[in-house]
């Protein structure tokens, strides 16, 4: 059942999801494939690679669904607070093993809705294709039942270019 503060959030994240994916998608012109291996139902555990600060946003323009993404704190504690609140945003401290936001993410997944994660815990700044995985992905996925989404990000994030491929599995 959800609480009447995941309505607001809900309702924040469609408010301003049309805003937001204008300006991602005129900034940066992303050619998205496999957007119909998204299921419009249950559980989902979207996940990919991790190359620039502005990859969330290819998982909120690929489906209609509220994703939760889980972002670092630090995100919360300045003048954006408002903004990743208002998307649903999970806050995970990445300096402990953060009980409440995998709490908060197996109960959105149990809500039957979507979170978003990035594998790899960071953006990956190497020449590595990419770096190693954590766990937290599959593990919400085995304790929810949820599907598992990968998606890969390949190319570079340039002004106003068909320059990045999202494709989901």
Sequence with gaps: MKKKSDSQKEFGYKLMRPFVTIKFKNKYHPVVFGKENIPEKGGIVVCGNHRHVDDQYNALIATKRVVHMLAKDEYFKGKKEWFYRMAGCIPVDRSIHDENAKSEAIEVLKNNEVIGIFPE???????????????GAVSFAKKTGAYIVPFTITG??????RSIKITYG
């Excluded at 700044?125 to 954590?134: A, G, S, V």
């Excluded at 570079?156 to 270019?161: E, P, Q």
């Design 121 to 135: 815990g960071t953006v990956n700044r190497t020449n590595d294709i990419i770096l190693p995985f954590k766990y």
């Design 156 to 161: 570079k994030y340039k002004l106003f270019r």
